[in-house]
């Protein structure tokens, strides 16, 4: 009787050994066969396969996985979209371009927009890329100061322009009411789903010190960064906005450390570092590149500006000529309105940033209007992976990748959950990948020509959908998403 019953359960432990066998393997939608996968989140670095389906990432395996549709990535690297925090371009056409350049998520987080649910709404289904953006102090105050809703300042800058040569939201002091006002219009933008409180102070001269200090209470409250352009540009600049951050318990990100913090980048880093070692939330971002810009009609450029950005007027470039200005050129443009080229930085400055593996890249990219602005809008990602990363090695290239992914969705994921499943290569997470050639990767565009696409990036992946394929856009592609804080 035991011999028999032995006997049975072998049989039935064959049967089920011999049924696995004949399970066929699961066939996915999509397989990105051999590439070498690169994920920052974990230090992954090996030769994988990834399925995709739904827009997620569902398996990966060292072992084939079977597809439906199986793309051979051999010799490339499959790496997380690439997040970039500081997108002025949110037009169709400018996110096209950041597509080309890696970017799978673009987000207006200095500056940001106001009102912020109208402002989403205008981008449902226009978007190659995910798009989302912060509560903006500067448009929140010329809806306060000038009565004028821009929306987003980026896109909008005639809006702005009609209001005159000086909006008062910009050159007027505060009232207590109007501060109490003012925070009112900050919460309701988070109430509608912004990611976080974006401010340009140096574009807003009259703020004092204080009203700031109540905008930065709005975030606080909510645990919401506040992304912060400084007062001015160096160290002092610098100093007061962690003050501010430190005193009213807010977590900062200081934009483009590269010409904030100029020829003092090396103190203000260590400032960064001193404030973050005594337990302050301080990030920092910069773009890789020795110009900036900016529009030359905005406060920035009112009396005094050489002493605040330490320059004068050979240093600035008209884009669409590339004419050096003069005092009459300066003042001619800037009763017209643009963007301005600002010649203002040593590459050694913006090496020492670059090379910091804590610090991210943030484009500051411009929107293109009548094809000219600051090449930064269509090369930054694919600059620093050719020429700092590959020519220059000032980091490895997961350092670069991470500063280009986890670290930005690291940022904003406490607050902004839907970043928990971006700028990593998991199962479950968002299939968005950027896939390269580490050989051939490198920005083209130039300030004579800033539109020119980035070249070594053959696919670009946003939901699951290639928004660039073989290294051509594909035609009406708009699988971004809106990135939002749910209420």
Known sequence: MATTLRARRLSLAVLAVGLLACTPEPKYPLVLRGGRVMDPATGVDTIQDIAIADGRIVAISAAPLQGDSILDLT??????????????????????????????????MEVGVYPVASWYASMEGQSPINYGAAVGHITARLAEFDGVEIGHQGTNTGAVFAIGPRPRGFNEAATPAQITSLATRLQRGLDEGALGVGFGINYTPAATT???????????????????????????????????????GTSLHIVHIGSSGGSEIGAALALIDSSRAAGQDV??????????????????????????????????????????????????????????????????????????????????????????????????SAR????????????????????????????????????????????????????????????????????????????????????????????????????????
């Not at 930065?216 to 540009?233: D, G, N, P, S």
């Not at 240093?315 to 010649?343: N, Q």
Request: a neutral charge.
């Open 75 to 108: 010799g490339l690297v499959v790496a997380p979209g690439f997040i970039d925090l500081h997108a002025h371009g949110q037009t169709t056409s400018d996110l096209a371009l950041r597509a080309q350049d890696g970017v799978t998520t673009a987000l207006e």
């Open 283 to 380: 990030t920092t971002e910069i773009y890789p590149y020795t110009a900036a810009s900016t529009m030359i009609n905005s406060a920035m450029f009112n009396e005094g500006w050489q002493e605040n950005l330490k320059i004068s007027y050979g240093d600035l470039a008209w884009p669409s000529t590339g004419e050096r200005l003069t005092a009459e050129s300066f003042a001619k443009y800037r009763a017209e309105g643009g963007a301005v080229i600002i010649h203002m930085m040593q590459d050694r400055y913006v090496e020492l940033g670059l090379a910091r593996p804590d610090v991210m890249i943030g484009s500051d990219g411009m929107p293109f209007v009548n094809g000219s602005a600051h090449p930064r809008g269509a090369g930054s």
């Open 384 to 487: 620093v992976l050719g020429l700092y990363t590959r020519e220059k090695q000032l980091m490895t290239l997961m350092e670069a990748l991470a500063k280009l992914t986890i670290l930005p969705a690291r940022r904003l994921e406490a607050y902004v959950p839907q970043m928990r499943q971006k700028g990593r290569i998991a199962v479950g997470a968002d299939a968005d990948l950027t896939i390269f050639d580490p050989s051939t990767v490198r920005d083209l565009a130039t300030f004579e020509k800033p539109m020119v696409a980035s070249t070594g990036i053959p696919y670009v992946m946003v939901n699951g959908e290639f928004v660039v394929y073989r290294g051509t856009p594909v035609d009406g592609a708009r699988p971004g998403r809106a990135v939002r804080v749910a209420p």
């Open 210 to 248: 204080e009203e700031i200090a109540d905008m930065f209470r709005v975030a606080a409250a909510r645990k919401a960064t506040a992304f912060v352009h400084t007062r001015a540009f160096g160290l002092g600049a610098i100093r007061e906005a962690i003050g501010t951050a430190r005193e009213t």
